[in-house]
């Protein structure tokens, strides 16, 4: 298996622009998570799904951040629009279960 | 209460010494107790993970040392060696729930 993949690697962008990031989990998965990773906070959660619906989006910034997963093979993060503060690496990961997770190479956003 | 607090922030070892990353958490309901290892431009990959059920987890030059009366749990890098320099995150959950990750802990083994 190729691993959880995630497009783009990096992503450079101006404030105010919409930043779709995509992840293709492992196959068989049936769960998928989305973190946000900067040097002040560390690994956050932001929102997670399981066989496709979404069960906890209580990380999720603001209402400029939106999740989707239309299938088992593809879940998309959308920040509509970006700031400056959104700036971050975001990953995603997939599991079999609540336990062992397995993160993608995550995406590098700057939002100039 | 669903905090996992975790230190130090960084720490700086020497080749073949011993480096202890601590974490304390306040859940008692926590039952599951994963470290995390995440190098320089990649994602966090699981290391070792220990449950309540034991008080040590041996694998290889790594091992979990977990004080459940403490409520803290620890990671041990025996004979650390350069290739270990990397940050560390220990992270805890509960059945149900997704994990909870501590802040983070940035190694450097200095050869």
């Known amino acids: 298996d190729a691993g959880v993949i995630q497009s783009p690697r990096h992503e450079v962008t101006e404030m105010g622009q919409e930043v779709t990031l995509r992840c293709k989990p492992i196959s068989g998965h049936d769960y998928l998570f989305w973190y946000r990773q900067t040097m002040m906070r560390g690994l956050e959660l932001l929102i997670y799904f399981n066989n496709n619906v979404p069960i906890d989006d209580s990380g999720m910034p603001e209402d400029r951040f939106s999740a989707k997963m239309p299938n088992a093979s593809f879940s998309t993060l959308k920040i509509q629009p970006s700031e400056p503060r959104d700036s971050a690496v975001y990953f995603c990961?997939?599991?079999?279960?609540?336990?062992?997770?397995?993160f993608g190479p995550g995406t590098r956003l700057t939002v100039l | 209460q669903q905090q996992v607090k975790q230190s130090p922030q960084s720490l700086i070892v020497q080749k073949g010494g011993i480096s202890i990353i601590n974490c304390a958490y306040e859940n008692t309901a926590f039952d599951y107790f994963p470290w995390y290892q995440q190098f320089p431009g990649k994602g966090p990959a699981l290391l070792i993970a220990i449950r309540p059920d034991v008080s040590e987890k041996k694998e290889g030059r790594f091992t979990i040392s977990f004080n459940k009366s403490a409520k803290q749990f620890s990671l041990h890098i025996m004979d650390s060696q350069p290739g270990d320099s990397a940050t560390y995150f220990c992270a805890a959950n509960q059945a149900g729930t997704a994990l909870i990750f501590g802040k983070g802990t940035t190694l450097s083994v200095s050869s």
């Open positions: 990961a997939s599991s079999q279960s609540y336990n062992e997770q397995f």
